[in-house]
């Protein structure tokens, strides 16, 4: 008997990517995970880029959750092995009930693991050993309440958190870099573990890895995190140098 064949490039590992149309961080943060034969391909749930407010975050939030089966569909005929869930918000909402529901709903559509970044941030806290946080994310106070309630709920204690209130998808990608450095600094405290960044079009996946350098202690962004997760709970124990001290020791 002789095996199956294998993916040319894709020969260890292929794993969907789904994300907002309007996100333009996760996938090159994800493709900065580099690691020999593993993949990563995106799925886009279709949504648009109108002006976010508290009055209107809750209907923001619903149509990204309406698009994830549909972009799901899109990504899996590539024959992926695992699925990286990339809406963070969604991975948050309605605590950690809610969003194991989420992931065995989805597994249940894909036919494969789902990695989501409220699970994966946990996991990855776990692994350095921290237990008290602050929290940088792009959202809107309803956003950080689910944030902060989700990660509680999971048994970390949050001593601090910072929302930006971006005023629309694509605005999150437009904070600089320069900022997400201040903002987490700024956080930074001797009373906590570790920092945290969410917000998968929040581009602070280079910066997580300089400033955790600087400060010697782990820095926890979404999109490294749900990268590491997919691997490791593949089997992929390969380390990866310049990306986060998550991805080099753990």
Same mark, same amino acid.
């Given at each position: 008997?002789?095996?199956?064949?294998?993916?040319?490039?894709?020969?260890?590992?292929?794993?969907?990517?789904?994300?907002?149309?309007?996100?333009?961080?996760?996938?090159?943060?994800?493709?900065?995970?580099?690691?020999?034969?593993?993949?990563?391909?995106?799925?886009?749930?279709?949504?648009?880029?109108?002006?976010?407010?508290?009055?209107?975050?809750?209907?923001?939030?619903?149509?990204? !959750? #309406?698009?994830?089966?549909?972009?799901? &569909?899109?990504?899996?005929?590539? @024959?992926?092995?695992?699925?990286?869930? %990339? =809406? +963070?918000?969604?991975?948050?909402?309605?605590?950690?009930?809610?969003?194991?529901?989420?992931?065995?709903?989805?597994?249940?559509?894909?036919?494969?693991?789902?990695?989501?970044?409220?699970?994966?941030?946990?996991?990855?806290?776990?692994?350095?050993?921290?237990?008290?946080?602050?929290?940088?994310?792009?959202?809107?106070?309803?956003?950080?309440?689910?944030?902060?309630?989700?990660?509680?709920?999971?048994?970390?204690?949050?001593?601090?958190?910072?929302?930006?209130?971006?005023?629309?998808?694509?605005?999150?990608?437009?904070?600089?870099?320069?900022?997400?450095?201040?903002?987490? !600094? #700024?956080?930074?405290?001797?009373?906590? &573990?570790?920092?945290?960044?969410? @917000?998968?079009?929040?581009?602070?996946? %280079? =910066? +997580?890895?300089?400033?955790?350098?600087?400060?010697?202690?782990?820095?926890?962004?979404?999109?490294?995190?749900?990268?590491?997760?997919?691997?490791?709970?593949?089997?992929?124990?390969?380390?990866?140098?310049?990306?986060?001290?998550?991805?080099?020791?753990?």
């Amino acid at each position: 008997m002789t095996d199956a064949p294998k993916d040319a490039l894709g020969w260890r590992l292929k794993v969907g990517v789904v994300m907002p149309s309007t996100n333009t961080i996760v996938q090159p943060e994800t493709d900065a995970v580099r690691v020999p034969g593993v993949t990563w391909h995106t799925g886009r749930i279709p949504i648009t880029n109108r002006k976010i407010s508290s009055d209107n975050f809750l209907d923001h939030v619903a149509a990204m !959750r #309406a698009g994830i089966e549909t972009a799901t &569909d899109q990504v899996k005929t590539a @024959g992926i092995d695992c699925l990286i869930m %990339a =809406v +963070a918000l969604e991975a948050f909402w309605g605590g950690v009930a809610q969003s194991r529901k989420l992931r065995e709903g989805l597994e249940a559509h894909a036919g494969v693991p789902v990695i989501l970044g409220s699970e994966a941030v946990a996991d990855a806290l776990t692994a350095v050993g921290a237990r008290t946080i602050a929290v940088l994310t792009p959202h809107m106070p309803k956003g950080d309440v689910e944030v902060r309630g989700w990660l509680e709920e999971s048994g970390f204690a949050v001593a601090r958190l910072k929302g930006l209130e971006c005023s629309s998808p694509r605005a999150i990608a437009e904070v600089p870099q320069d900022t997400i450095r201040a903002e987490l !600094r #700024a956080l930074d405290g001797e009373d906590v &573990d570790a920092l945290v960044q969410v @917000g998968t079009n929040l581009a602070g996946a %280079a =910066v +997580a890895a300089e400033l955790e350098r600087e400060i010697a202690k782990p820095v926890i962004q979404i999109n490294t995190v749900s990268a590491w997760a997919a691997l490791r709970r593949s089997g992929i124990d390969d380390k990866v140098e310049g990306r986060g001290l998550i991805l080099e020791r753990h």
